[in-house]
């Protein structure tokens, strides 16, 4: 069974910067066959997608993260990063790692990321 665990969220004021990570666990080589994704959940709002990495390193990014935000990977780690630079207000969400592959989808918990003016 598939497990991610999010870490990094926190508090910081607009223009900061935070760096979020997935660890997954309970396969290996997970990467090489899931593509890993990022999304945030704002409160009274559907969760919507922010970044993803696929197996072959295709990546993608929602255009509200474009040139902010930079999604990455450590192989030997397991890990999915997600860099946020120049945080706003706006970015205040709850943020989750997801896993998904032909016939599989996990999640994580959550990490809860809030930005102050």
């Known amino acids: 069974q598939v497990q991610l665990v999010e870490s990094g969220g926190g508090l910081v004021q607009s223009g900061g910067s935070l760096r979020l990570s997935c660890a997954a666990s309970?396969?290996?080589?997970?990467?090489?066959?899931?593509?890993m994704a990022w999304y945030r959940q704002a409160p009274g709002k559907h969760r919507e997608f922010v970044a993803h990495i696929s197996p072959v390193g295709n990546i993608n990014y929602a255009d509200f993260v474009k040139g902010r935000f930079i999604i990455s990977r450590d192989n030997a780690q397991n890990t999915v990063y997600l860099q946020m630079n120049g945080l706003k207000p706006e970015d205040t969400a709850v943020y989750y790692c997801?896993?998904?592959?032909?016939?599989?989808?996990?999640w994580g918990q959550g990490t809860q990321v809030t930005v102050f003016s």
């Open positions: 997801n896993a998904i592959s032909v016939n599989r989808e996990y």
């Open positions: 309970g396969t290996a080589n997970i990467f090489y066959s899931h593509l």
